[in-house]
């Protein structure tokens, strides 16, 4: 599955645009029929259904509504793509991404940061490090932030714990923004010399400003969706759920946040002026993308991620450093919120006396800390580490953008990400 969407859109890509589905019909299949054989098909419907009902529907609704919410928010006025404007805007997302989501931040900024630089040629950098910065590293700090932390705090891991985490990502964000700073005054430079400049506005500047600023009440609305699914399981009114198959069920709260998230979708739609998606160039297609692949990456991931459930305890994961580049590089490619749920799992079984009281045992803090990095900022490391990374590179390649290729993409991660995440390492986990 993973390799089709990395080879396909290199070798044919009229071809995998027209059959991305069926591609992802025939690797889900090629899972479930021998599974279905060895097991059982009891055994594989349950599985099936887990991931589809427990995993799936919520993600792909909370997707949903930030994609449809966001496309009804865009900013207008003067703002010209020179690095310094640049930087800002990269600055301002990840500072939103931890209080409504790497989705949300992503998906408000994405547009205005694109109009800003549709003057200029070179600007690839641009949303490579904002897919970096925006879509990953910048929701480290709440459980809304990024899913993965919204397990933990289900799990009794206490809501603003993560907030111990902004010296790392602060120091991960000064890095980065120094080295796009430079990587794309280089780039601006080059286009100005090449004669490619803004159009200058006649008369006075034009005052930027936020239309369909009340759609920000929509927003919250979702945010708040987000914490009551990882709140209302542990009460007694909401604790249930209902019966699907086997030990399948579809849970009340998790029945709430869709209903929520839709009714705030419906409503962003209906209290909007068309013009404002019109101006944002809003269509469906990214979204539409991401829901084919990612069904098809849910369900052919569920043998690796039964594989680490059964095994993980015994693969020796003792030390924080170790927890963070595996948790990392498991995140890189597969869903980061299993995978941190089953090191967080194989952390409450290591026998600790002193950290967090969780419900899946204690787990020392350096221990959760490097877990949490390790999730949230390595799914930077490829476009399937995280649901915006694909939503960002569908929105700029609509918009004209040319993007790396999958394992393009990867060089970039490779070059400026993983030199920063050794310097986490030797500073905070060794």
């Not at 952390?347 to 967090?356: E, I, K, Q, R, S």
Request: aromatic residues 12%.
């Amino acid at each position: 599955m993973l390799l089709s969407i990395a080879v396909f859109p290199l070798v044919k890509p009229a071809w995998w645009e027209r059959n991305q589905k069926y591609a992802v019909i025939a690797w889900s299949l090629l899972f479930l029929i021998p599974f279905a054989i060895r097991y059982g098909f009891g055994v594989m419907s349950e599985q099936l259904l887990e991931v589809i009902v427990g995993d799936y529907f919520t993600f792909i609704v909370l997707l949903f509504g930030l994609f449809c919410v966001s496309g009804n928010i865009t900013i207008e006025g003067e703002l010209r793509g020179s690095p310094k404007v640049n930087v800002i805007l990269l600055l301002i997302g990840t500072l939103l991404s931890s209080w409504i989501g790497t989705t949300g931040a992503s998906m408000v900024m994405i547009r205005p940061l694109i109009r800003a630089n549709k003057w200029r040629s070179r600007k690839t950098q641009v949303v490579v490090f904002f897919i970096f910065l925006v879509s990953n590293i910048g929701g480290c700090l709440t459980p809304v932030g990024d899913p993965p932390l919204l397990m933990g705090f289900m799990r009794n891991v206490p809501f603003f714990w993560s907030l111990r985490l902004i010296p790392i990502m602060i120091l991960n964000v000064v890095i980065l923004l120094v080295i796009f700073y430079i990587l794309d005054s280089r780039a601006y430079r080059k286009d100005l010399a090449e004669g490619i400049v803004p159009e200058v506005a006649k008369g006075e500047k034009e005052a930027i400003r936020v239309v369909g600023a009340h759609n920000i009440i929509f927003l919250a609305a979702i945010v708040v969706a987000v914490i009551l699914s990882g709140i209302l399981p542990s009460t007694k009114v909401f604790g249930g759920g209902i019966h699907i198959f086997g030990e399948v069920k579809l849970t009340y709260a998790a029945i709430i946040e869709v209903v929520i998230i839709l009714a705030a979708a419906f409503l962003s739609f209906k209290t909007t002026n068309k013009s404002v998606r019109e101006d944002n160039h809003f269509s469906w297609g990214a979204i539409q993308e991401v829901a084919v692949l990612f069904i098809g990456i849910f369900i052919t991931m569920i043998p690796a991620l039964l594989i680490l459930k059964a095994k993980g305890a015994e693969l020796g994961l003792t030390e924080p450093w170790q927890m963070f580049w595996v948790t990392g590089a498991m995140s890189s490619f597969l869903d980061n919120t299993p995978t941190y749920l089953v090191f967080l799992t194989t952390a409450g079984t290591l026998g600790a006396t002193a950290g967090l009281q969780t419900s899946v045992g204690i787990v020392p803090q350096i221990m959760l800390e490097a877990i949490s990095c390790g999730a949230v900022f390595m799914g930077a490391n490829t476009y399937i580490g995280n649901a915006p990374n694909f939503m960002v590179k569908s929105i700029a390649e609509e918009n004209g953008i040319r993007m790396p290729s999958f394992f393009g993409y990867m060089t970039w991660s490779l070059r400026f990400l993983i030199p920063v995440f050794i310097i986490d390492m030797l500073i905070f986990f060794l």
